[in-house]
């Protein structure tokens, strides 16, 4: 089981949490179903007020200074100075790169069968952002009373990335399963696979909806909110083919899930300034993360 763990953390780089209190899902309109269980999309006019607050001065300024630090985090021994950071993040010269767009992960009412709900929920927005050399960061933002609000920035740009080639390969909805790192686009009523993990997961040719379905309650269907298994604190661990995890991850204390997915109780956000892997196996109880 730690093989498959450290396999799914290989892609982990780090994620520096801007902020504490992630606990709001996107708009209402996000946590509806459309035919065959596809969400609804988030208003374009809901993306821009979320870009806009990633083109914040004071937010591109936190992240050149993250491509400064190379995506280490703020907190603990740095590998730069404050000097060099600030002169760092000034050449890094950040720039938003592509759409905004919104992260679906998979829905713990899908997973229970609940009556027309969808595939995945719209937990936040991800905005990828270049620097002068090269490097690529995700900036994430949740709505919070009535404006969106940067919490985290993350390496890579998976979240933009994946939706992007959803797009280019015919439509649908990307969506993510957090357990196995498995990314997945939903189009015309199959779930196909967008990773290596999803294709491990529903073969090339992807699954219909309702087989995935199957799929992910046979996985989690007993490890839902609430059930034995989350009553037991197993929440942190999750290995397919096996009824039951071994155990969470990291020596028994299960990692934060840096989602909206943290307000069903599966796990707490500890305070601004904390750093995790981007890719960890984070592996909850809750379906989402």
């Known amino acids: 089981m730690s093989s498959m763990r450290d396999a799914a953390a290989v892609r982990g780089a780090t994620v520096v949490l801007l902020a504490a209190g992630l606990g709001l899902a996107l708009a209402p309109a996000a946590s509806a179903a459309g035919p ?3 969400p609804e999309p988030v208003p374009a006019a ?8 990633v083109q914040s001065p004071a937010v591109l300024d936190q992240v050149g200074r993250f491509f400064a630090r190379k995506g280490a985090p703020s907190t603990g021994q740095l590998t730069v100075g404050a000097a060099e950071e600030a002169s760092g993040a000034a050449a890094a010269a950040p720039r938003l790169a592509g759409d905004t767009v919104p992260v679906y992960l998979l829905d713990a009412g899908f997973v229970s069968g609940s009556p027309g709900a969808p ?3 719209a937990e936040f927005t991800a905005s990828k952002v270049v620097a002068a050399d090269g490097q ?7 709505k919070q009373n009535g404006g969106w609000r940067v919490v985290n920035i993350a390496t890579g740009g998976d979240e933009s990335d994946y939706a992007a080639r959803a797009a280019a390969g015919g439509g649908g909805t990307a969506f993510r399963e957090p357990q ?3 990314w997945y686009v939903l189009r015309d009523g199959r779930v196909l696979p967008l990773d290596d993990e999803a294709r491990r997961s529903v073969g090339e040719a992807g699954v219909s909806l309702a087989a ?3 799929l992910v309650r046979q996985r989690y269907g007993d490890k839902l909110p ?3 298994y989350d009553r037991a604190g197993k929440g942190g661990g999750y ?7 071994a155990g969470p991850v990291n020596g028994g204390s299960s990692l934060p899930a840096v989602t909206a997915a943290a307000a069903l109780g599966v796990t707490a956000l500890a305070g601004a300034g904390l750093a995790l892997r981007r890719r960890v196996a984070v592996r909850s109880a809750d379906p989402r993360g």
């Open 136 to 142: 690529t960061a995700s900036v994430w933002t949740v």
């Open 119 to 121: 595939v995945a929920r």
């Open 46 to 53: 809901e993306l821009a007020q979320a870009r806009g607050a």
């Open 180 to 182: 196995i790192n498995a």
């Open 226 to 228: 609430g059930s034995a």
């Open 212 to 214: 995935y379905q199957g």
């Open 239 to 245: 290995e397919p083919g096996a009824p039951q995890a």
């Open 36 to 38: 065959g269980g596809v």
